[in-house]
């Protein structure tokens, strides 16, 4: 028998019923959540992630680009010439057609890699992969004067820093680049893109087959 099953006080369950009685919720759709997994999914999606504070930005990734061309969906007015096409193009194997999901920009006072990473998956999330934080740059291009970090691709360079991607936007322009994994700790305002761990809101498709943006 499962934690919460256990765990959870049998008029806390009546309160909830009564909670959700009061507000249109009727027997069938309980029933639903039981018969439909994916309604099921985007249910728990709500109560798990619902209270996060900040906007939620839905995004599509393209699997069916090459990792030049979500680069250069981006329409970036600077690109850092250091990002290693070759080794971003590598993870992309294996993944086709067009996922969409849900993405949060988690606000932290932090830069520290290790411990960023930590407090993320203390919330259910896993830090934005280069190919989704470019999907999130090339959809949203109004977002102003921050930076967004996706931790989840990491790259070396020659002289054997790992560096994570960072899309900056700022005085009318936007630049992708890369940051040092050991740089910190330090303190500000850092923004990071992050995704449900489990993925409860994807969408797979071919190419074609699908008409949000990628």
Known sequence: MRGLLVRTAFDVVTKA?????DRGVEERHIERIIAN???????????VYGALEGESYPITV???????QMVSAGGYDWINKSINYRKFQAELEGKHGKVSTRAWIVVMKLWNYNVVLKDLDKI???PASAAELLAFGARYREVENCRVFGLGSRSRSDDGDLNVFVIEFGRGKRYL???????????????YLALPKRQVTMQCTREGQDSEES
Do not use: K, V
């Open 17 to 21: 019923l009564q909670f959700l009685e």
């Open 177 to 191: 680049n890369l940051r040092e994994t050991n740089f910190g700790p330090s303190t500000g305002r850092f923004n």
């Open 124 to 126: 259910g999330l896993r």
């Open 62 to 68: 393209n699997y069916e680009l090459t990792f030049h």
């Open 37 to 47: 997994e994916a309604y099921a999914d985007s249910i728990a999606e709500a109560m």
